[in-house]
C-alpha cells in the first residue's frame, strides 16, 4: 500500500510583558498589542477571578473603561464574566462551560480574544475555553499570583482536574500574549506569595545557581513579601521556564522528562490528600524538600548542600512537611508512595523523576528506592515537623 507522510511545523511566538498599573489610561502596553496584532473592532471577551474582584472591586469597571475608550481598536462583547479561581474552580467542568456558553451566546469569532486576569487555577479554565471554542480562540493572559506570573501564566499549558487526577484533562495552547502587572501582587494574600516563591526555588535549584544565590540572600524579604525583592525574582523565573519551553526540545511535553516538574510528583499528591486545602505552590515547596531530601540520600547532593536548600526555603517563609505524609492507605503503605504511579501515568510511558545534583544542576531517574526514600521522609519528618502550610 502506498504512504503518505506528512509533516509540517507551526511556529508560535508570544510577548511577555512587565508593568505597573496594565488599565490605566495612561498605560499603552494592552492598546499598542493588540493595535499591531488584530484587525480593527476585534472582540474581546472578559473574564476575572471571583477573588482578584473582591480585592479590587473598580478592576471590571477600570477594564470595560479602557477598552471602550479605544473603540476604533476593540469591541467588547459583554461585561466582565467573573470566574471561580483556586483549585475547587478546576475540579469539574463547570466554569469552563460558562465561559465556553458566554462565547456562544454573543457569537464570538474565530479571530477574538479572550482577556483572563486571575491566579493560576483560573487561568487554567480560562485558557482550557478559549483553546476549545472555535478550536482556539486568541487568549491574554493576565496573572495576579507570584506563582502564576513566574510560572504556570506564561507557559503554552492548560486544564482542569478530573477524577481525582491532578490536570487529567487539558490542552497544549501557548496564549497571543501575557501580561504581568505587579500591582495586582499588593493585595495577595502571604500564602499566594510564598507559593510562587517555591517556584522560584524549583527552577533555581535544578537550573540557576545564581538565582538560588539570590533566593538564599532575599530570603527574609521574601518572607515579608516585599515587592522590591520579588519582582526581579518573577522575571527571572519566567525567564528561565520561557527558555525551557523554548529550548527543551519538547515544548508540548511528548517525551517523559519533565524537568520542570521537580518536586511535583508528591506535590500533585499532596495537594488531592489535602482535598486542595494545600494549595500548589505550598505543595511544590514540601514536594521539593522531599526529593532534596532523597537527592541527598541518594548521593547527589551533600548534606550541607541539603541543609543550605531547606534552610532558606524555610527563612523564606515556605512549609518543607505535612502531617498528610503520614498518612497511610489500608496496605499500611504512606499514601503519598502512590503519587508516583499517578505521576507516571502524567507523564506517560516510563516514570521520570527530576533530582538535583548539586545546586544548579539535574539529574533524571527513573527509579524510586523505597526505602532511601522513607529515609528522605524520616529525616524531614524529624528535622522539620513544625514547618508546615
Not at 217 to 245: G, K, M, N, Q, Y
Amino acid at each position: 500500500m502506498d504512504v503518505i507522510h506528512q509533516q509540517f511545523e507551526v511556529a508560535y511566538e508570544y510577548p511577555v510583558y512587565f508593568t505597573r498599573g496594565l488599565f490605566a489610561e495612561s498605560n499603552p502596553m494592552l492598546s499598542d498589542f493588540l493595535g499591531s496584532a488584530c484587525e480593527s473592532h476585534c472582540g474581546i471577551m472578559v473574564c476575572i477571578d471571583r477573588g482578584v474582584a473582591r480585592a479590587w472591586p473598580h478592576l471590571a469597571g477600570s477594564i470595560e473603561n479602557y477598552l471602550t475608550a479605544r473603540p476604533r481598536q476593540f469591541k467588547l462583547v459583554a461585561p466582565a464574566l467573573l470566574v471561580a479561581g483556586g483549585e475547587a474552580a478546576k475540579k469539574d467542568w463547570c466554569e469552563v462551560r460558562r465561559i465556553i456558553g458566554l462565547a456562544a451566546e454573543r457569537q464570538v469569532c474565530r479571530h477574538s480574544y479572550l482577556l483572563a486576569v486571575g491566579g493560576g487555577s483560573m487561568l487554567d479554565v480560562a485558557g482550557l475555553a478559549a483553546s476549545l471554542i472555535h478550536r482556539g480562540i486568541r487568549l491574554l493572559r493576565v496573572p495576579t499570583t507570584v506563582l502564576a506570573q513566574c510560572d504556570g501564566g506564561v507557559g503554552v499549558k492548560n486544564g482542569i482536574d478530573h477524577g481525582g487526577v491532578k490536570n487529567f484533562l487539558g490542552t497544549f495552547a501557548p496564549p497571543s500574549a501575557v501580561f504581568n502587572d505587579f500591582d495586582f501582587l499588593a493585595t495577595l494574600p502571604a500564602v499566594y506569595w510564598h507559593g510562587g516563591v517555591a517556584e522560584a526555588f524549583k527552577v533555581a535549584i535544578i537550573k540557576d545557581a545564581g538565582l538560588f544565590a539570590t533566593l538564599t540572600a532575599e530570603a527574609d524579604a521574601l518572607r515579608r513579601c516585599e515587592l522590591a525583592a520579588v519582582a526581579p525574582v518573577i522575571e527571572r523565573t519566567a525567564a528561565l521556564h520561557l527558555d525551557h519551553i523554548r529550548r527543551g526540545g519538547d515544548p508540548f511535553e511528548f517525551g517523559s522528562a519533565r524537568p520542570l516538574d521537580f518536586g511535583h510528583w508528591s506535590a500533585h499528591k499532596l495537594e488531592t490528600l489535602s482535598d486542595y486545602r494545600i494549595g500548589h505552590g505550598l505543595a511544590v515547596a514540601v514536594g521539593i524538600a522531599i526529593d532534596t531530601c532523597y537527592a541527598a540520600v541518594r548521593g547527589l547532593l551533600s548534606e550541607a548542600q541539603r541543609d543550605q536548600i531547606l534552610e532558606a526555603m524555610r527563612r523564606a517563609g515556605l512549609p518543607l512537611w505535612s502531617p498528610l505524609l503520614r498518612q497511610t492507605d489500608g496496605a499500611g503503605e504512606p499514601s503519598i508512595l502512590a503519587g508516583l504511579e499517578e505521576f507516571r501515568q502524567h507523564l506517560g510511558g516510563r516514570l521520570t523523576i527530576t533530582l538535583p545534583c548539586g545546586i544548579g544542576d539535574r539529574q533524571e531517574v527513573h527509579e524510586v528506592n523505597r526505602s532511601d526514600l522513607l529515609a528522605a521522609l524520616d529525616f524531614l519528618s524529624h528535622s522539620y515537623s513544625d514547618c508546615t502550610p
